[in-house]
């Protein structure tokens, strides 16, 4: 685990080193979109995790209707409440986002 550590570190760090030495010529302005670029992966990752969070919150509402026939009507009400809250996650890191590039 220890190696991997290091190995990934390094990685990054020769990955990061060289974009970060660079220089533009004299009087050019950078002509990348920081922004643009970023968002996209932050878009991405909070895609990922409210998927991820969706899937566990439907798997345990599922296994607790399979124990608990009787409460399946206040578990399914808190299960579309739960999932409703974690899509506006991803939907706030949209908005946020689409404020932010356009």
Do not use: H
């Not at 670029?37 to 932050?42: H, K, R």
């Amino acid at each position: 685990m220890k190696k991997l550590f290091w190995c990934l570190t390094g990685f990054i760090l020769l990955v990061t080193a060289t974009p970060a030495f660079a220089q533009a010529p004299e009087g050019a302005a950078a002509a990348t979109n920081w922004v643009a670029i970023t968002s996209g992966f932050a878009m991405a990752i909070a895609s990922a995790f409210c998927g991820l969070a969706q899937g566990k919150a439907t798997a345990a509402a599922a296994e607790g209707m399979a124990r608990n026939p009787g409460a399946t009507a206040a578990i399914r009400l808190s299960l579309i409440l739960g999932l409703a809250f974690i899509e506006s996650l991803a939907l706030y890191t949209f908005v946020i986002i689409f404020i932010k590039v356009v």
